[in-house]
């Protein structure tokens, strides 16, 4: 075996987005001659909770330490757990003490997927956006004074370290230095946020001496947003604080077609810690139990954690499988109906796992 992946399908369709992204991986895998071992856990589910009044085991940490990734489906089942219960109980416990400070969205838009801006062919929209996960505005200091007085008063501090900016900002410079347009684009709000934007802007400055092959350019967040929707060709990497890459990285995928399809990664990119890999999607309570998920961004999260694992060639065969589906169409393929078709989850995560075998 070369890696071992800790599996947490969740709630609701992570449990039937899960099987058919694992059953892609597994033909990858063995395409590439990869040794990937799984184990499944049931923890972080409205069913554990139920059962343990928590959603982790106490050895949680200690158990998933031992993997060299986490392959993660949903989690939240609102009528059972609350969702504020559920998330800080478990996903966000997994990106705070494995600090995984990078957040990563591909947007990308796939061939034959009609996205919502008109007029717009695959090519034109292929950027990523990189979040900083840690600090910034998702601060907890602050607090409230003379509450329930005229002079009541809310606060809450905004947090930029110099390591935690750095390091944020080094990733997204490394993957623009590999990636074929060479392009940055950081989002700052420097002329209204006057003391945390500016360190921002300085620090972007500061690092490009170190990647003299990369352009940087830099978008207000309004006029970056603006700019997502008028103009997603212009983009190609995309760095921002936690707040603004928390926008960013909703707003990207949305322009990309439906929710089904779009991953993510939260990644620790020095690997002292496992990385996590999930849809950005929830658990759809709306449409679990029937079978129709869409499971493309989970096998497309298992592409991103087969690059973050070093196999850059599985990685991109996979993608490409996903593509090639896609691009059959509703007729031809079993797509899922948020794609117009009237495919099953099992049936489209099998069309791709059989055509990972035959391309
Ligand atoms: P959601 O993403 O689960 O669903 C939003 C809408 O998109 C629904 O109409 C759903 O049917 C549709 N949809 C989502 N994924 C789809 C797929 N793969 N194929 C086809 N249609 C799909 O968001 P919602 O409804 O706000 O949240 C439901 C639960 O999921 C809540 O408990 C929430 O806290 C949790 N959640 C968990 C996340 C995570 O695990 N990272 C992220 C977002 C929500
Ligand atoms: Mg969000």
């Given at each position: 075996?070369?890696?071992?992946?800790?599996?947490?399908?969740g709630d609701?369709?992570?449990?039937?987005v899960?099987?058919a992204?694992?059953?892609a991986?597994?033909?990858?895998?063995?395409?590439?001659?990869?040794g990937l071992?799984?184990?499944?856990?049931?923890?972080?589910s409205?069913?554990?909770?139920?059962?343990h009044?928590t959603?982790?085991?106490s050895d949680?940490?200690e158990?998933?330490?031992?993997?060299?990734?986490i392959y993660?489906?949903?989690?939240?089942?609102p009528?059972?757990v609350p969702?504020?219960?559920?998330?800080?109980?478990?996903?966000l416990?997994?990106?705070?003490t494995f600090?995984q400070?990078v957040?990563?969205?591909?947007?990308r838009?796939?061939?034959g997927?009609?996205?919502?801006l008109?007029?717009r062919?695959?090519?034109?929209?292929d950027?990523i956006?990189v979040?900083?996960?840690?600090e910034g505005?998702?601060?907890?200091?602050?607090g409230?004074?003379?509450?329930?007085t005229?002079?009541?008063t809310?606060?809450?501090?905004?947090?930029?370290t110099r390591?935690g900016?750095d390091r944020?900002l080094?990733?997204?410079?490394?993957q623009?230095?590999?990636?074929?347009?060479?392009?940055l684009?950081?989002?700052?709000?420097?002329?209204?946020?006057?003391?945390?934007?500016?360190y921002w802007d300085?620090?972007?400055a500061?690092?490009q001496g170190?990647?003299?092959g990369?352009?940087?350019?830099?978008?207000?967040i309004?006029a970056?947003?603006?700019?997502?929707v008028?103009h997603?060709?212009?983009?190609d990497v995309?760095?921002a604080?936690?707040?603004f890459?928390?926008?960013?990285?909703?707003?990207?995928p949305a322009?990309?077609?439906?929710l089904?399809?779009?991953?993510?990664a939260n990644i620790?990119p020095?690997?002292?810690?496992?990385?996590?890999?999930e849809?950005v999607?929830?658990?759809a309570?709306?449409?679990?139990g029937r079978?129709?998920?869409?499971p493309?961004?989970?096998?497309?999260?298992?592409?991103?954690?087969?690059d973050?694992?070093?196999h850059?060639?599985?990685?991109?065969?996979?993608?490409?499988?996903?593509?090639?589906v896609?691009?059959?169409?509703?007729?031809?393929?079993?797509?899922?109906?948020d794609?117009?078709?009237?495919?099953?989850?099992a049936?489209?995560?099998?069309?791709?796992?059989?055509?990972v075998r035959?391309?």
């Open positions: 075996t070369q890696h071992r992946i800790a599996v947490i399908p609701g369709i992570g449990r039937e899960v099987p992204g694992l059953e991986l597994e033909a990858t895998a063995s395409r590439f001659g990869l071992e799984f184990d499944t856990f049931d923890f972080a409205a069913e554990y909770w139920q059962r009044g959603m982790l085991p949680w940490e158990t998933l330490r031992g993997y060299d990734a993660f489906g949903a989690v939240g089942w009528e059972v969702d504020h219960v559920s998330l800080w109980g478990s996903l416990q997994f990106r705070r600090d400070y957040n990563l969205r591909p947007c838009l796939l061939p997927v009609r996205g919502p008109a007029g062919e695959p090519g034109d929209i950027f956006v979040r900083e996960n840690t505005e998702y601060s907890s200091i602050g409230r004074i003379f509450e329930g005229e002079r009541e809310v606060l809450q501090e905004t947090v930029m390591v900016v944020v080094r990733f997204a410079y490394e623009a230095a590999r990636r074929p347009k060479n392009h684009t950081s989002a700052t709000k420097s002329n209204g946020i006057s003391i945390t934007m500016p300085e620090r972007v500061a690092m170190q990647f003299p990369v352009r940087v350019d830099k978008f207000h309004d970056l947003v603006a700019n997502f008028l997603p060709d212009w983009f995309v760095v604080s936690n707040l890459g928390d926008i960013l990285s909703d707003l990207g322009c990309t077609g439906t089904g399809l779009a991953p993510s620790n020095e690997r002292d810690h496992p990385s996590l890999f849809p999607h929830g658990s309570p709306d449409i679990a079978g129709i998920a869409n493309v961004g989970q096998i497309w999260c298992g592409s991103m954690m087969l973050h694992l070093g850059p060639e599985a990685a991109a065969h996979l993608l490409g499988a996903i593509e090639d896609l691009a059959y169409g509703p007729t031809e393929a079993p797509l899922t109906p794609l117009q078709g009237k495919g099953t989850t049936e489209l995560g099998q069309a791709i796992a059989d055509r035959t391309r």
